[in-house]
């Protein structure tokens, strides 16, 4: 998998950022939302 990362042109740092972008809108988007809706 990492190799088909580096031709999409991804480095270790990015995949970071990205990692952790989506943990943060994740983290964001339980408190905005009720918790009865059903993720799938």
Same mark, same amino acid.
């Given at each position: 998998g990492h190799?088909? &990362?580096e031709k999409w042109g991804f480095t270790t740092e +990015?995949? &970071?950022i990205i990692i952790l972008s989506i943990l943060v809108?994740?983290?964001v988007a339980s408190l905005v939302?009720?918790?009865k809706?059903? +993720?799938k």
């Open positions: 190799v088909y &990362l +990015h995949s &970071l809108i994740s983290v939302f009720p918790k809706v059903v +993720h």
